[in-house]
């Protein structure tokens, strides 16, 4: 039998197949038969209408594809940008609204018996009682307004602060209008240059950071730059010891201020305190300072 026979016949027999499932009642008997006696044809034969092509909905123009391939591109990013910038949202919220200087005082809790010994030795010494009395003067702990986020790449906030090193944030009072500063501090055994003495380089630090804060409430927009320091070491500073920080802002000229001060020893009343190191600088408070509060917390 040739092809075209064959082909004719198939399509024959589908044709009937169409005619016998149109008629409902020889279909119901179909139904009742079970798939396996069906002719053939019936089993693999669709009833379902043809749909006709000029019924379809015509093809989206390119510039509606274009359109609704961009906005679905914003929105995916959107998504992204809020999802990838959740974790960030402390450390934002923490900039913008730094804690006061009162609660900075409450933001540290010791982790080990040896923080928490020198936690309440600086509490509990009489400079620091003095002080308190002082309504001019204002407590203080700086370092604790830095959001944890960033504290990993601040030197004297994060990399220096810690166990073996400066045990605890700095406890410090400033004297209204950046008039004067004391600063008490714990300096361990890993911030030594030789064996059993503090570095000269942090001393360095702290007396520039310290001073700077001085100064920082007399200069524009409360932020000044170190412009120049010049240090006199007076003696070894011993690790494992309590220090202080005191500084004095001399002279304040537009956007520059004078201050001095030095680091000596913390000592019982009626003691005299060694003086480990001296120091005089000059801060300028930076044109773009204003823009500098608005993104960093400087008091």
């Known amino acids: 039998m040739s092809a075209a026979r064959i082909h ?16 409902p009642r020889i279909n119901t008997r179909l139904a009742a038969l079970g798939p396996s006696h069906r ?37 995916f990013t959107t998504v992204g940008i ?6 960030a949202m402390p450390a934002v919220n923490g900039l913008m609204n730094p804690p ?18 020198v936690e309440d030795f600086i509490n509990s010494h009489p400079l620091t009682a003095a002080m308190r009395t002082k309504e001019e003067f204002t407590e203080s702990r700086p370092h604790m307004k830095i959001p944890q986020p960033f504290r990993d790449y601040n030197l004297t906030g994060g990399t220096l602060l810690g166990k073996n090193r400066i045990v605890v944030p700095p406890v410090i009072f400033a004297e209204s209008g950046g008039k004067s500063l004391v600063s008490i501090s714990y300096l361990g055994h890993e911030l030594c240059g030789h064996p059993g003495i503090i570095h000269g380089g942090l001393l360095a630090t702290l007396l520039d950071e310290g001073l700077a804060r001085c100064c920082f409430a007399a200069l524009p927009h409360k932020v000044g730059m170190t412009a120049n320091l010049n240090i006199n070491y007076r003696a070894p500073a011993p690790a494992g ?35 480990l190191a001296e120091a005089t600088a000059l801060f300028v408070s930076p044109k773009q300072a204003a823009m500098m509060m608005n993104v960093y917390p400087t008091t």
């Open 241 to 275: 010891s309590y220090i202080v920080l005191k500084a004095t802002t001399t002279k304040v000229e537009g956007r520059k201020a004078w201050v001095e001060g030095r680091i000596e020893t913390l000592v019982g009343e009626g003691e005299k305190p060694v003086v």
């Open 82 to 87: 809020v999802m990838g910038s959740i974790p």
């Open 39 to 75: 002719p053939l044809a019936c089993r693999f034969v669709s009833t379902a209408p043809i749909p006709d092509p000029s019924l379809s909905p015509p093809p989206r123009s390119f510039f509606r594809r274009a359109v609704s391939f961009v906005a679905l591109g914003i929105v």
């Open 8 to 23: 004719a016949r198939a399509l024959a027999e589908v044709l009937r197949c169409r005619r016998l499932t149109a008629n």
């Open 100 to 117: 006061t200087d009162e609660e900075t005082l409450a933001m540290f809790v010791p982790t080990t018996e040896h923080a928490r010994e």
